[in-house]
């Protein structure tokens, strides 16, 4: 049987717009049709896994990502986002093997070094967190996550004058950076000056107020643990 390509166009663009729109039981429906109409093509399964992250169906974003891997196992985005998802999971050393898998197929990938530095960076591996953050500076000088990543990677190592060096300069740069001017807020508390730090927080409370959780700080943005204890002291006092 022929397909359909006008609907098949069709159905891709209702697919996208849903997802774009945030309507995600929509575009799982959206997605599924178009697997039917073509369940050879990789990305439409990797497209559907990332509804389903949405959706908070994990498992069933596994298994279309691992389908997508087995359809086109040299495609990288299949593997960044299963190991985005493992990583959230916190299964770190399989989020690692899935960004090495990436890196094997695309040495130049940013997004891939700054995502293994995270899950180094849950291992409690900060030297390599820091190395992985630095090779997705260099590959994309413009990555401000990454730059952010690694100044709180720095942070948790001692090096503080860096770090706070880095997070000025992103604040500076990016004034609505959220997670930096809280991590700038709590690095300036610790090292007593209080006024800088205040006026940073008044920022912060206006862009996102989940910051004044510890527990999401901690376990959801997953910050290193000397800066969620610096947040904590600030918080506190």
């Known amino acids: 049987m022929s397909l359909d390509w006008e609907k098949v166009g069709e159905l891709r663009e209702a697919a996208f717009a849903a997802t774009q729109a945030g309507e995600f039981d929509l575009a799982e429906e959206k997605w599924s049709e178009l697997?039917?109409?073509?369940?050879?093509?990789a990305p439409l399964w990797s497209n559907r896994g990332n509804v389903r992250v949405r959706r908070n169906d994990l498992a069933g974003a596994i298994a279309?990502?691992?389908?997508?891997?087995?359809l086109a196992p040299t495609e990288p985005?299949?593997?960044?986002?299963r190991g985005a998802l493992r990583e959230a999971m916190g299964e770190w050393e399989a989020a690692?093997?899935?960004y090495n898998q990436?890196?094997?197929?695309?040495?130049?990938?940013?997004?891939?070094?700054?995502?293994?530095?995270n899950a180094e960076a849950?291992?409690?591996?900060?030297?390599?967190?820091?190395?992985?953050?630095?090779?997705?500076?260099?590959?994309?000088?413009?990555?401000?996550?990454?730059y952010g990543n690694y100044a709180l990677a720095?942070?948790?190592t001692g090096d503080v004058q860096k770090s706070l060096q880095i997070m000025k300069s992103l604040v500076r740069k990016y004034p609505s950076f959220v997670d930096m001017r809280a991590a700038l807020t709590a690095a300036l508390w610790e090292t007593g000056q209080r006024g800088e730090a205040e006026s940073n927080w008044v920022a912060v409370v206006g862009l996102d107020?989940?910051?004044?959780?510890?527990?999401?700080?901690?376990?959801?943005?997953?910050?290193?643990?000397?800066?969620?204890?610096a947040l904590e002291h600030f918080l506190t006092l």
């Not at 990436?102 to 530095?117: E, K």
């Not at 004044?212 to 204890?229: H, I, N």
């Open 35 to 41: 697997i039917e109409q073509l369940p050879e093509a």
């Open 64 to 70: 279309d990502y691992n389908q997508a891997i087995t």
């Open 77 to 81: 985005d299949p593997y960044l986002n």
């Open 96 to 98: 690692i093997a899935d």
């Open 102 to 117: 990436v890196l094997q197929i695309d040495p130049d990938d940013p997004a891939a070094y700054n995502n293994r530095g």
């Open 122 to 146: 849950g291992l409690g591996e900060w030297d390599l967190a820091i190395a992985d953050y630095q090779a997705a500076i260099t590959l994309q000088p413009s990555f401000s996550l990454a």
């Open 154 to 156: 720095l942070y948790e």
């Open 209 to 229: 107020t989940r910051y004044k959780d510890l527990k999401w700080v901690k376990d959801v943005r997953r910050w290193p643990p000397k800066m969620v204890t």
